[in-house]
C-alpha cells in the first residue's frame, strides 16, 4: 500500500481582513497542496467574516456543545470544518510584529472544541505556518512563532518551512498585496515548502498510526484519559485490520 493513494484534508485559514497578500499565499499553499495525490482542501478566509471576542463565559465547555451559545456569528460555521482537517495551514499578515486581531478571534472563539482537544481530537493533526509583512524584515518570525504557539496548544504536530523558511512561510510584500507576494521569489518558495511538508506530514501520521505495533491513542499524548470514543476507535481499527 503506498500513502500516495490515502486522502487528506488539508484546511486554509486566511487572517486578513482584505483581498491581499495573505490570502494569495494561503490559496497558493492550498493550490499546491491540491497537486498531490488524494488530497482534498478547504479554504476559511476571515476577509468580511463577523468574530466577536471570546468572552470566556464557558458556556459552551459547560454545556458540552461544540459551537458558541454566546454569539451567533460567523463563526460557528467554521467549527464542523475545523473538525474536518487532518493538516491546516494558517497565514497571517504581520500586525504589530505578530498576527492579525482577526486571527487571534478566531483562535480564541476555538473553545468550543477544547475538550475534544484536550482528548487529542487534533494530536494526529498537523500544523503549517504563513506570515506576510510589508517591512522586509517586520516580525514575520515572531507572527509565526504566534501562529506555531497555537499548533502547540492543541496538541497538534508543527512543520518547519525546511532549511531556508525555519519556522515558516515567510513573505515581504511590500504593502503591495498579490503583486508584492508575486514579487518575493524566494518567500513564496517558502510557502510551497509548508504546503508539501503539511501534507506529507499529516498522510504519515494520519496513517503511519495504525502500523504501531502499540496502539496510538492521542489522548496518551495529551495527559487525558482514554475516552469512549478512542476505545471505540481501537475497536473499529483493529476489526478493520482482521
Ligand atoms: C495594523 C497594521 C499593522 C501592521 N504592522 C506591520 C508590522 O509590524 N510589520 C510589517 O512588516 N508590516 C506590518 N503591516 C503591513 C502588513 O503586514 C502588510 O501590508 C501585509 O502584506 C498585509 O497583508 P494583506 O495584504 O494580506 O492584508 C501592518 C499593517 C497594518 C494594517
Redesign the pocket.
Known sequence: MSLDNLPVKIIGI????????????VQEALKTAGEIAKVSTEFIDLRGKTINFCIHCNRCVKNGVQYCPAFDDDMNDFYPIMMEGDGFIV????????V?GQLQAFFNRLRPIAPLIQKGHWASRVGGAI??????????ET?LETILNFFFCTGMVAVSGGIYAYNGGA????????E??KEDLVGMETVRVVARRVVFTAKMMKYGAEYLSTFYDPARFTGTEITESFAERRKRLQEDSR
Request: glycine content about 20%; proline content about 5%.
Open positions: 486566511s487572517g486578513s481582513p482584505r483581498k491581499g497578500s495573505t490570502q494569495y499565499c497565514g497571517s499578515p504581520v500586525y504589530q510584529m505578530t492579525s506570515a506576510v509583512g510589508g517591512t522586509r524584515h517586520g516580525g514575520q507572527t513573505i515581504w510584500s511590500q504593502d503591495k498585496k498579490e508584492g507576494a
